[in-house]
């Protein structure tokens, strides 16, 4: 509290992010980065930024890159909104699209930032239960409401939402924006950018920072049809024209030119998800069924603060959630394979 802050200011509870720490020893497994380099190409786009594009102003549209974002998906230009990391692309899209009077809904498990920006923003909103085995019921959707947002696969819970049932939703509320958000799409799931042709209210939000290993950059899109796409552009231009900067738009183009280095890199992730999912359960560890880049855990003898603090110890950070429902849960980001034998072997240890 401040004297100094507005009301809103002072009513917010501002989201938290997981820790990183400035030490090189932790091994960190904590914020879902991704363990592998960026294509070489990224690097070369970033090296060969010249002081004259730094001088000028960015492409406010970032036109270059919208259109090789909507090549890869089948769209038209006009479908493809960019934002400074998908945070903001979200935060957009609350203000402009699902801020109504009757309320948001999104599962009482998800992404923990939903609510802040729904504070933020005065969004009103109601939480709609995952079933007992962590899944999204999207019949619990139907009736009034002013949109729907599921991540997909779900975070923390790392569960896929098959397409059908999307589609499911979608049908179910023609009246209503369904925002997907795909952070972890890359990992084993299929987008929804597929019906966008068919669905005028779908919002399909992905990001460069877990499966493109950009986090750093903060490159975010949003694919949709053109009304929904200009309502997110009335708003970025209310709130800033410019924000990709020109190191981004070009790193984030040599991405998306190098796909086989995007695919190799989150298949071997996918691999070392797999074999770490299998070992854990060896172990005694509930592994909920992972199409991200990490997995979700619990063991049915200790506590996730426990656990939690035990690989602490041992130089090994992971989050959990001191929160209902998941409060014995680790999450898990899926690191290296040599990381990822420390954790196992870590694990070990403290279960004997
Ligand atoms: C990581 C994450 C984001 C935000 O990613 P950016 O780095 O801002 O692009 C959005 N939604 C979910 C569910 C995430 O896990």
Redesign the pocket.
């Known amino acids: 509290m401040s004297r100094f802050w507005s009301d809103l200011a002072n009513k917010l509870t501002p989201y938290v992010p997981g820790e990183q720490p400035t030490g090189k020893q932790l091994v960190k497994l904590n914020t879902?980065e991704n363990p592998y380099e960026p294509s070489p190409g990224v690097l070369k786009a970033i090296a060969a930024t010249t002081g004259d594009s730094l001088r000028r102003y960015p492409d406010p549209d970032s036109s270059q890159l919208r259109a090789a974002y909507a090549e890869r998906e089948g769209l038209a230009a006009g479908q493809v909104f960019l934002g400074n990391?998908?945070?903001?692309?979200?935060a957009h899209t609350f203000q402009a699209l699902l801020k109504h009077s009757r309320p948001l809904l999104f599962p009482d498990i998800?992404?923990s930032?939903y609510p802040v920006w729904c504070k933020l923003y005065e969004v009103p909103y109601r939480t709609v239960p995952l079933t007992e085995d962590f899944r999204v019921d999207v019949d619990a959707y139907a009736g009034d409401n002013g949109g729907i947002l599921i991540?997909n696969p779900n975070?923390p819970t790392g569960v896929l939402l098959p397409l059908e049932k999307i589609e499911r939703l979608l049908a179910n509320n023609p009246d209503s924006v369904v925002v997907i958000?795909e952070?972890?799409i890359d990992f084993g799931g299929t987008s929804a950018t597929t019906l966008i042709g068919q669905y005028d209210n779908l919002l399909v939000?992905q990001?460069?920072?877990?499966s493109r290993s950009l986090?750093g950059l903060?490159?975010?899109v949003a694919f949709g049809s053109v009304d929904l796409i200009d309502g997110l552009v009335r708003v970025k231009d209310s709130f800033n024209s410019y924000p990709m900067d020109v190191v981004a738009q070009q790193a984030a183009l040599a991405s998306l030119a190098d796909e086989s280095w995007f695919l190799n890199g989150c298949q071997q992730v996918m691999d070392t998800r797999e074999r770490v999912s299998e070992r854990m359960r060896a172990m005694g560890f509930d592994v909920l069924p992972s199409a991200a880049n990490f997995i979700f855990s619990r063991h049915p003898a200790h506590s996730a603060e426990a656990l939690f603090c035990a690989l602490r110890d041992r130089g090994i950070i992971v989050r959990y959630f001191d929160k209902p429902r998941i409060s014995e849960f680790l999450r898990i980001s899926i690191g290296t394979d040599e990381a990822m034998n420390m954790l196992l072997n870590a694990l070990e240890e403290i279960l004997n």
């Open positions: 879902n990391g998908s945070d903001e692309v979200l998800s992404y930032f991540p975070a958000d952070a972890y939000i990001t460069a920072s877990k986090a903060r490159v975010g």
